[in-house]
């Protein structure tokens, strides 16, 4: 059971949008701003595209864009394209060097 | 080319163990503090253990306290994970992944490798 909770599939066509939460806890997700999303396409490295809850690394297209309110943060994907489709994992630092992922979300597009 | 490659991965049976390694080129490994970071058939992600540039700070997730050991070899640019007293339980991926710093936060982790499969299994 992993300690954030997020949905196992989400769906959308290209050009849309679609939404992925990940809920946690005070003492995770709503106790910092330090909420992280990774996509992983199975068989390679995961890739971080979302860090501290919004920002973006150098290279990550602002079709990407996260948000937070309380225990729960949010991944949008606008102008979905095929390549986005991926699992999608978010992440919380926990304080003190530890982590906590979520389930993790499978992406497919149709 | 700025990256981290797994190795040590294999099929052990339960109470068995293995040594895992990490090898990073591309950047100067012995700034970054590191992580191991597995993946269960079919589960999510999950954080396993911690360690800090010069190996005096560590930190390990309580499924695998006592059980795992987490070191680094800063001239040879490696972390490694020992681990012993496997259950079948302990089967997944097994990722080494960079803590960011600099326009990245130390929060996040902002450099992972493939990954290496440990199959615990009789």
């Known amino acids: 059971q992993s300690v954030l909770t997020q949905p196992r599939s989400v769906s959308g066509s290209p050009g849309q949008s679609v939404t992925i939460s990940c809920t946690g806890t005070?003492?995770?997700?709503?106790?910092?701003?330090?909420v992280s999303w990774y996509q992983h396409h199975p068989g390679k490295d995961p890739q971080l595209i979302i860090f501290?809850?919004?920002r973006r690394p150098s290279g990550v297209p602002d079709r990407f864009s996260g948000s937070k309110s309380g225990n729960t943060a949010s991944l949008t994907i606008s102008g979905l394209r095929s390549e986005d489709e991926a699992d999608y994992h978010c992440?919380?630092?926990?304080?003190?060097?530890?982590?906590?992922f979520g389930g993790g979300t499978r992406l497919t597009l149709l | 080319q700025v990256q981290l490659v797994e190795s040590g991965g294999g099929l052990v049976k339960p109470g068995g163990s293995l040594r895992l390694s990490c090898t990073a080129s591309?950047?100067?490994?012995?700034?970054?503090?590191m992580n191991w970071i597995r993946q269960a058939p079919g589960k999510g992600l999950e954080w396993i253990s911690y360690?800090?540039?010069?190996?005096?700070?560590?930190k390990y997730a309580d499924s695998v306290k006592g059980r795992f050991t987490i070191s680094r070899d800063n001239a040879n640019s490696e972390v490694s994970l020992q681990v012993t007293s496997l259950r079948v339980e302990d089967t997944a991926i097994y990722y080494c992944?960079?803590?960011?710093?600099?326009?990245?936060?130390?929060?996040?982790?902002?450099?992972w490798g493939r990954g290496t499969l440990v199959t615990v299994s009789s």
């Open positions: 992944a960079r803590v960011g710093r600099g326009a990245v936060s130390g929060t996040s982790l902002d450099l």
């Open positions: 501290d809850v919004r």
């Open positions: 992440s919380s630092y926990a304080g003190t060097y530890t982590w906590v």
């Open positions: 005070n003492s995770d997700v709503g106790a910092y701003d330090y």
């Open positions: 360690i800090s540039r010069t190996d005096s700070n560590t």
């Open positions: 591309g950047f100067s490994f012995g700034d970054y503090y």
